[in-house]
């Protein structure tokens, strides 16, 4: 099993920046990438970026240019770090990992961290 634990949302004004961090314990071996999903109230949970264990990271296309996710495997955290952002970034962040779990990939959430960014 693998524990996620966010911190870093918040209320934030319009072109500000948020860091959003994520603790993982448990399973660390077993986990092969780590990402950043949200959530808007009406909406499906959708991919804000990923980075596997390989490094090579992924972003929306909504997001690209504004965020940046990194990771940190001494002290097993996932971050991303949001610039510039607009109030349609307004949602409940969830850390992702996904790990192998007797031979099956499985996904681990976090509980989710919520950032709104409003005037």
């Known amino acids: 099993q693998v524990q996620l634990v966010e911190s870093g949302g918040g209320l934030v004004q319009p072109g500000g920046s948020l860091r959003l961090s994520c603790a993982a314990s448990?399973?660390?071996?077993?986990?092969?990438?780590m990402g950043w999903y949200r959530q808007a109230p009406g909406k499906q949970r959708e991919l804000v970026a990923t980075?596997?264990?390989?490094?090579?990271?992924n972003y929306a296309d909504s997001v690209k240019g504004r965020c940046t996710i990194s990771r940190d495997n001494a002290k097993n955290t996932v971050s991303l770090q949001m610039n510039s952002l607009k109030p349609e970034d307004t949602a409940v962040y969830y850390c992702?990992?996904?790990?192998?779990?007797?031979?099956?990939?499985?996904?681990?959430w976090g509980q989710g961290t919520q950032v709104t960014v409003s005037s």
């Open positions: 992702n990992a996904d790990g192998i779990r007797w031979g099956i990939s499985v996904s681990y």
């Open positions: 448990g399973s660390i071996s077993s986990i092969y990438a």
């Open positions: 980075i596997p264990n390989s490094g090579n990271t």
